[in-house]
């Protein structure tokens, strides 16, 4: 029976990664295509019906490319840190609260902390182990960026686990059957989805990949696979960041329909705010995570604990 078990564990989690990628997969061929009509194109539409095996053709492009590396590179530091940070960008979906099967984690915020810390270094490595100024600039703005923003990342959920009192992904769900979080707390919820978007080096906060002056930032030296495993691990976070605000702030997990459409809705919204708004400054950006996000998070951190030690 016991090894039953830890079989249907293992099983559960092949099957949610290959779940995990074919999403990331069409996540992409849906940018490309919403990125298109913005722009007043077609976008992908040549392979397959309306383009759709399009993300296929790229993934067997990618990984049958001869593998290039710098001759001053540091080697193995350069060669697996886009291995290490597809490893934790999949690690964080064993978070998902699951009903049966798989896992159900009493502390599942601390370890999703600990996951995304850890992205920073994957991160800061590959730009020094590149051994080029472009990259190691890329990286460094990338670190100060990420590290700026899970301060008040982390403090915005504070308050969202001071309303729950609990670790546990699953609790949401059942304080949150009358009014959503995103209501009762509009502010923190908004600064949540900005604060995401800089999470995950996307549009208006991608300096990590800022073209214009870096150059693609810090995987500037990576081809063929490495890249396509950066690339990976960069949707695989934007679809997990969708699910998790899904989770916290719009009603919590309910196997319904009505729920994937929440996720394909905010991971929309990133592609969108992609096609639409223009980068922000980095001094800006800095200003906003410290002088606004910060100050905004901890005084509502407060007024969600008196509001907890007043309700009891």
């Known amino acids: 029976m016991f090894f039953l078990d830890i079989f249907m564990i293992i099983f559960g989690g092949l099957i949610l990664i290959l779940g995990v990628l074919i999403g990331v997969a069409f996540l992409t061929l849906l940018e490309r295509k919403v990125l298109g009509y913005i722009q007043v194109r077609k976008g992908p539409n040549k392979v397959g019906f309306i383009g759709i095996l399009q993300p296929f053709s790229d993934a067997i492009k990618l990984f049958t490319k001869e593998q290039t590396y710098p001759v001053h590179s540091n080697y193995f530091s350069y060669y697996f840190s886009p291995i290490i940070s597809f490893i934790l960008s999949l690690m964080i979906w064993m978070l998902i609260p699951y009903y049966y099967n798989l896992i159900s984690f009493n502390l599942g915020i601390l370890f999703f902390f600990c996951c995304t810390s850890m992205g920073v270094y994957s991160i800061m490595v590959a730009g020094?182990?590149?051994?080029?100024?472009?990259s190691l600039l890329g990286s460094l703005r990338s670190v100060a960026q990420t590290i700026s923003y899970e301060v008040s990342l982390a403090l915005i959920f504070m308050s969202s686990i001071i309303m729950v009192m609990d670790f546990n992904l699953i609790m949401f769900m059942k304080y949150q059957n009358l009014v959503w979080f995103f209501f009762n707390m509009l502010p923190?919820?908004?600064?949540?989805?900005?604060?995401?978007?800089?999470?995950?080096?996307?549009?208006?906060?991608?300096?990590?990949e800022g073209e214009s002056e870096l150059?693609?930032?810090?995987n500037v030296e990576y081809s063929s696979?490495?890249?396509?495993?950066?690339?990976?691990?960069?949707?695989?976070?934007?679809?997990?960041?969708?699910?998790?605000?899904?989770?916290?702030?719009?009603?919590?997990?309910?196997?319904?329909?009505?729920?994937?459409l929440k996720l394909v809705f905010i991971s929309f919204m990133f592609i969108w705010i992609r096609g639409t708004l223009p980068r922000y400054r980095y001094d800006k950006l800095m200003y906003l995570a410290w002088k606004s996000y910060l100050p905004i998070s901890l005084n509502f951190l407060l007024f969600f604990m008196g509001l907890k030690m007043y309700m009891y």
């Open 128 to 134: 020094w182990s590149s051994n080029s100024k472009y």
């Open 188 to 208: 923190l919820s908004l600064i949540w989805v900005s604060s995401m978007m800089a999470e995950t080096n996307r549009t208006p906060f991608d300096f990590a």
């Open 215 to 218: 150059v693609s930032g810090f």
């Open 225 to 260: 696979g490495g890249f396509a495993l950066i690339f990976l691990a960069e949707y695989s976070s934007i679809l997990f960041m969708s699910m998790l605000f899904v989770l916290v702030y719009m009603g919590g997990y309910n196997m319904t329909l009505f729920f994937y």
